[in-house]
């Protein structure tokens, strides 16, 4: 029989996990104290949230899909986060230096392995994809405002003195 306690992490997790459109299933065996603390802070300021719990507390929360993403292991940690870009870089930070493992995860209701949470990690930001954009919108504009300002040039070099 689950005791309290149980079931009020299988509630709490099962709510963050309803309300997160992705997660990303991580190993956080190798991280002390401090680097759990620095990771839990990173990912707020991002807008995301760092839950650790039992995998038969996880395995009742997690979609579908994602059940083949925990294993056999104690405890495994599930980064939920509304803008699955920027969870992504940072947790592939910590991947790189060997601290956590990443699993997969599932962004939009779809599988996502390793390998994509790690290019999705080298995306621009929001930010600048949308300067990009207005870069890209930009462009034609500003080479038609130099044509017209060029005729105009011409028209006053070309037109007689008074």
Do not use: W, Y
């Amino acid at each position: 029989m689950p005791n309290f306690i149980n079931k009020m992490m299988l509630a709490e997790v099962k709510t963050l996990v309803d309300a997160s459109p992705s997660l990303i299933v991580l190993d956080p065996a190798k991280l002390n104290s401090a680097q759990t603390l620095k990771l839990r802070a990173d990912l707020r300021g991002v807008g995301a949230r760092l839950k650790v719990a039992k995998v038969a507390i996880l395995e009742r929360c997690v979609p579908e899909s994602a059940k083949g993403l925990l294993n056999s292991k104690s405890t495994i940690a599930l980064v939920l986060a509304k803008d699955m870009l920027s969870a992504a870089k940072v947790v592939t930070q910590l991947a790189k230096e060997d601290k956590i493992s990443l699993k997969g995860g599932v962004m939009d209701g779809k599988l996502v392995d390793t390998a994509s949470i790690k290019r999705l990690a080298e995306l621009p930001d929001q930010l600048t994809l949308r300067g990009m954009l207005v870069n890209i919108l930009a462009a034609p504009l500003t080479g038609m405002a130099r044509v017209i300002a060029e005729i105009h040039k011409k028209k006053a070099g070309d037109a007689p003195a008074a």
